[in-house]
C-alpha cells in the first residue's frame, strides 16, 4: 500500500483508482499507519465543511492488521468514548450498533453511510495468478479486518491514535 500512498501505482484491489485529492490532508498520517503494521485499504479525513461533498465528514479508516494488532487496538479504542471500532470475522468491540452509520453528511442533512464490508474476499479476485492468490489468501486470510471511526464531525485526531495504540 505505501507504493500506492507514494503514487508509485495508480490502482490496488481495493481502489481502482489514483488517491482521492481529500488524501493528501492525511497522507503522511496513512504512510505513517502502513509502516506501523496497520494496512490501510479505505479511509477519509474528518471534514468541519467539505467544499467537494459539499458537507461534512467523519474520519475513519480500514485496514489490515495481525491478530495481536488488533488486541492492542481494541484495548486502546474501547477506552475512547469518541471512537467506534469493528474487527471481522465475527467479533464486534464497539457497544454502538448498526455496523453502518453515517459518515459524510451533505448540505441538505443527507447522512451517507459506511461500514464493514469484505474486502479481502474482493482482493483476492484481483489477481489472476493460481500461485500468486494461494500465497494472498494464506497472507491475506491470517489477517483481522478493523474499521475504526471517529464519531464526530470533522475531527482528525484518529490516525495519532492508531499510532498511540500500536507503539
Known sequence: ML??????????PWHLAPLMPESKEILTSLEKLNQAGFVTYNSQPGEAY???????QKAYVDGLVT??????????????GQYRIFTKPNTDFSPNRPYTYPVTQDSFGRNFTHGPSNK??????????????????????SLVTVNITDTRWGKNELWNEILVALA
Open 50 to 56: 467539505s467544499i467537494t461533498r459539499n458537507g461534512r
Open 120 to 141: 479481502v474476499a474482493n482482493a483476492i479476485e484481483f489477481f489472476d495468478s493460481d500461485e500468486f492468490l494461494e500465497d494472498a489468501w494464506s497472507l491475506l486470510s
Open 67 to 80: 491478530s495481536e494488532n488488533a488486541e492492542h487496538l481494541v484495548e486502546h479504542f474501547s477506552a475512547l
Open 3 to 12: 507504493s500506492y500512498l507514494k503514487g508509485d501505482i495508480e490502482l490496488t
